[in-house]
């Protein structure tokens, strides 16, 4: 695609002009870019080339190899012929290049803003203006002849000693970003909506201490604090999950390897749920198969993992839960099985998303599973759920032994 920066020393006849250009513009046609907005070592480079490079921008576009682009590119000329149409855009419109090319851009692409003003006019403001290089990404509805569509559409205009020679359009569809905002919507939602029921106990019961201190006594006083005290760490477990989702959702995982004993780990695990009142000592069941190899791994994140899966048999399954550890060669496999009613087939690819709660019973807030499949594929291994011996759920993970990370 052709880079579209225009001169500085060609777009700006005054200083004045150059300053107050930008605010007419932006008020036909919403915002637009100026050659300032541009990076510097873009304006840099494109100065000296786009003398060389004139007779390439006016001559005919090379259609073909827009078609290899992902995203859907629209070239007008100044007029606002089309001259090219590439295939991704033929198919988020419905129109093949044939048909399109050679037509006005409002005859093939009309385009409406967020007002239902015609964008081609309103933007002929910005496209008259040396000093306007384009456009940045903004919503625009295409005005389709069986129903409209959105997309998100950036433009830029080319500009040779001056003079406009053309306006490029790229289009993305919305649906992608919009699932993504529907996604942070839902993750606001459910934790609003657990954080209201703790934090409303909190208060009811700290309120009523305050007030009438003196007629309960000891024992009702520490009842009501242990209430308090369960339902300030259900709060303090929820922004850890919400934190840990932001960090996945960002790519922003560390993994911090060390040799860690896993039976230890897992015994500890299921102690601390022994010592909690989770559950009793008689409904836990660990074992190990043959010998493991030394396991290079993030001890913090691999007690999250198995604090996770055992959390999920507890409140979700029934009977002994068997905690298992099986190695091998190249790593350790465990397993955490319990003897409830199980995962059904059609279920199993969703049990790891986010928000996925099964039959909906208990306090979880659906997002266990999910942190803990991308905390085992961030140390390299792999995670699946199927079914266990007894009748219920197995959750099975693998962790490469590893090594060092040095650096």
């Known amino acids: 695609m052709v880079n579209t920066v225009a001169s500085t020393s060609e777009q700006a006849p005054t200083v004045a002009a150059a300053t107050s250009l930008p605010t007419i513009a932006q008020s036909a046609s919403g915002e637009a870019m100026t050659?300032?907005?541009?990076?510097?070592?873009?304006?840099?480079?494109?100065?000296?080339?786009?003398?060389?490079?004139?007779?390439?921008l006016d001559g005919p576009l090379p259609a073909a190899a827009f078609d290899l682009l992902p995203d859907a590119v629209v070239v007008t000329d100044a007029a606002g012929t089309v001259e090219v149409f590439n295939r991704a855009a033929a198919r988020l419109v419905g129109m093949q290049a044939p048909a399109a090319v050679g037509r006005h851009l409002n005859e093939v692409l009309p385009l409406l803003d967020e007002r239902g003003n015609d964008w081609w006019e309103c933007s002929a403001q910005s496209r008259d203006l040396p000093s306007v290089v384009g456009q940045p990404e903004r919503?625009?509805?295409?005005?389709?002849p069986d129903q409209d569509h959105d997309f998100h559409v950036t433009a830029r205009f080319t500009r040779v000693a001056g003079r406009l020679a053309r306006v490029s359009l790229s289009?993305?569809?919305?649906?992608?970003?919009?699932?993504?905002?529907?996604?942070?919507?839902?993750?606001?939602?459910?934790?609003?909506?657990?954080?209201?029921?703790?934090?409303?106990?909190?208060?009811?019961?700290?309120a009523t201490l305050l007030a009438k201190w003196d007629r309960f006594t000891d024992e009702q006083k520490k009842l009501m604090l242990n209430t308090v005290n369960t339902d300030a760490d259900r709060v303090t477990r929820l922004l850890a999950e919400v934190l840990d989702v932001s960090r996945i959702d960002s790519g922003r995982i560390q993994v911090r390897k060390q040799i860690v004993d896993l039976p230890s780990r897992v015994r500890a695990v299921v102690d601390g749920k022994i010592a909690s009142g989770a559950a009793g000592p008689d409904r836990f069941l660990v074992r190990q198969e043959g010998e493991l190899p030394e396991m290079w791994v993030d001890q913090d994140k691999m007690e999250q993992v198995l604090h996770n899966l055992v959390d999920n048999a507890l409140r979700h399954g029934a009977g002994t839960v068997t905690v298992s550890l099986r190695g091998e060669d190249t790593g350790t496999e465990v397993s955490v099985a319990d003897e409830g009613e199980g995962v059904s087939a059609s279920n199993a690819a969703r049990v790891f998303t986010k928000f996925w709660r099964g039959a909906s019973r208990g306090n979880g807030t659906g997002l266990?599973?999910?942190?803990?499949?991308?905390?085992?594929?961030?140390?390299?291994?792999?995670?699946?759920?199927?079914?266990?011996?007894?009748?219920?759920?197995e959750f099975r993970f693998f962790v490469p032994a590893g090594g060092p990370v040095f650096g």
């Open 35 to 56: 050659a300032d907005d541009e990076p510097a070592q873009d304006r840099g480079t494109l100065d000296g080339a786009e003398t060389a490079g004139s007779a390439a």
């Open 139 to 144: 919503r625009l509805t295409y005005a389709g």
């Open 171 to 206: 289009l993305r569809d919305t649906s992608s970003r919009e699932r993504l905002e529907r996604n942070r919507a839902d993750l606001v939602a459910t934790v609003a909506h657990e954080l209201r029921s703790p934090l409303t106990s909190v208060k009811g019961f700290t």
């Open 368 to 393: 266990g599973l999910y942190i803990a499949k991308a905390l085992i594929e961030a140390h390299g291994g792999t995670i699946s759920v199927g079914r266990a011996a007894g009748g219920g759920a």
